[in-house]
């Protein structure tokens, strides 16, 4: 079963860190790229970084640039969000989704782990 | 940077036809594809570059995209169709959202 199951989210004061991972199954990793995406409570989606198949491209949203860092393990088949000097509006569900080879959707996505930022 | 627009909400009666916007600048130009998402849960892809449907999406869900407007099209709808609905397009190098809208059956 194509799967992707992500985990490290939790409660973290502002200004500190965390990292998520994204835990991919059922599929090649390595041949996809990969997207972060995440939901504030009760808001709508916002894409956050991208990472090409071998990791050598990478992308941010402006909101995340300098804070959150994307990367990837291919032997590990898993994806990973570093994110730093975390602000209250960092506080949303977090989305790992896989891009469709070819075409430009997200057509796989986890089920997202939640990340609070309070104090 | 580039926005998508799209109604706050949308009704529709059991079995009628409900059609929610995304607007964009020249949004013909790009693909744009269309996500369902209810509560507690992952989206899912219904609609891919325009008007394909994903495997195991119903007929009932097509989508068209032209000028300044993408539209999603849900027909003969069901109450299992009462969801968030987001359109989605890249432009360079970003994946843009459209805000969602949330589609009640009634």
């Known amino acids: 079963e194509v799967q992707l199951v992500e985990s490290g989210g939790g409660l973290v004061q502002p200004g500190g860190s965390l990292r998520l991972s994204c835990a991919a199954s059922g599929f090649t990793f390595s041949s996809y790229e990969m997207n972060w995406v995440r939901q504030a409570p009760g808001k709508g989606l916002e894409w956050v970084s991208y990472?090409?198949?071998?990791?050598?491209?990478?992308y941010y949203a402006d909101s995340v640039k300098g804070r959150f860092t994307i990367s990837r393990d291919n032997a590990k088949n898993s994806l990973y969000l570093q994110m730093n000097s975390l602000r209250a509006e960092d506080t949303a569900v977090y989305y790992c989704a896989r891009r469709a080879v070819v075409n430009d959707f997200f057509d796989i996505w986890g089920q997202g782990t939640m990340v609070t930022v309070s104090s | 940077s580039y926005e998508l627009t799209q109604p706050l909400s949308v009704s529709v009666a059991l079995g009628q036809t409900a059609r929610i916007t995304c607007g964009g600048n020249n949004i013909g130009s790009k693909n744009v594809h269309w996500y369902q998402q209810k509560p507690g849960q992952a989206p899912v892809l219904v609609i891919y570059r325009d008007s394909n449907r994903p495997s195991g999406i119903p007929e009932r869900f097509s989508g068209s995209n032209s000028g300044n407007t993408a539209t999603l099209t849900i027909s003969r709808a069901q109450a299992g169709d009462e969801a968030d609905y987001y359109c989605?397009?890249?432009?360079?190098?970003?994946?843009?959202f459209g805000g969602g809208t949330k589609l009640t059956v009634l």
């Open positions: 989605q397009v890249w432009d360079s190098s970003t994946a843009v």
């Open positions: 990472i090409s198949s071998s990791g050598s491209t990478i």
